[in-house]
């Protein structure tokens, strides 16, 4: 914003008012509201070893959804402390990522 611009803004945000019948103009000030608001989650989630990962992450979003918010992520299966590959086999411990 140029110092023109920027000028312009602040006059169209100041507030007339009268003190001692003379006029004098205050600035109004503008509160920021939040236009997104996120939280990061870091976690584990147990389920019954039954439960496949494509039934919990349908699950999840389906809840994350049913709320009217939206998920950016991924999920990786652990068993026993130890990351799934996609192949099945056992993957990193997960504390070696620490």
């Known amino acids: 914003m140029n110092c023109e611009k920027t000028h312009l803004y602040k006059k169209q945000h100041q507030q007339p008012i009268e003190e001692d019948g003379q006029e004098k103009t205050i600035k109004r000030r503008k509160r920021r509201s ?4 996120e939280f990061e989650i870091q976690g584990c989630i147990e389920v019954p070893p039954e439960v496949t990962e494509d039934e919990f992450w349908n699950a999840f979003i389906e809840f994350v959804e049913s709320k009217g918010w939206s998920f950016g992520g991924g999920i990786r299966e652990i068993q026993d402390g ?4 996609a192949d099945g086999s056992r993957g990193q411990y997960v504390l070696d990522e620490c």
């Open 34 to 37: 939040a236009v997104r608001k």
């Open 82 to 85: 130890y990351y799934i590959l």
